[in-house]
């Protein structure tokens, strides 16, 4: 009798041992399924505002036109990406972030266009739109291999700017930059705080 007695309290146990095994690998499974579905949904969403950068048009201010203007999201990015690209597609990464990191302190400085667009346009300051200003928004398309890897690697960095997560590189107050073999009259004026790759970038006195 203690011997049945004994097997059925074991085989209740068993099974209490088994049902909680269960029970652990099914909620296991849950948080797994979440954790996936997070990490999507996460993939997804950047993905999207990577290809559609419209999605993200808000209205900003423009100091060079009187009033409030719409100012494409789409457009300032298309604007970073041709400036970067012809001013700096040839450098490591740290010379990109170094000329992103002059157009982002003018933006945000009160002596330039508070918009990356109107930064860029600003006339003979960006050397590669001096003749064409229209190739700042005229969307590029690389051929080389080389030329692809560049421009993925400076869509990359202008991106982050207009999500703003971009982490600059220089001082605010470093806002000007020259080929290495340009000599003129503010490159001798102005004080030279670093050289990156090509150029080399500076501050005003």
Known sequence: MKQGKLKGMMKVT?????????K??????VNQRKNNLLKFLAA?????????????????????????V????????????????????????????????????????????????????QDKQFSAFNEDKSLATKRLKPVREADIAAYTKVAGIAQE?????????LDPSVMHYAHFRV???WTKKYKKVKVAGK???????
């Open 14 to 22: 068993t099974m209490e041992i088994q049902t909680g095994i269960k």
């Open 24 to 29: 652990d690998t099914t909620q296991q499974f």
């Open 44 to 68: 997804f969403c950047f993905s999207f505002l990577v290809l559609f950068p419209a999605a993200l048009d808000v209205p900003v201010k423009s100091r060079e036109h009187s009033g409030i």
């Open 70 to 121: 719409t100012q494409s999201q789409e457009a300032e990015l298309l604007c970073l990406k041709s400036a970067l690209y012809m001013e700096a597609r040839g450098e490591p990464e740290e010379g990109i972030r170094a000329v992103m990191s002059v157009i982002y302190n003018r933006k945000n400085s009160k002596h330039y266009p508070d918009t990356f667009c109107g930064v860029v346009l």
């Open 161 to 169: 700017a207009l999500l703003g997560t971009f982490k600059p590189v």
């Open 183 to 185: 000599k003129n009259h």
């Open 199 to 205: 150029h080399v970038f500076y501050k005003e006195s």
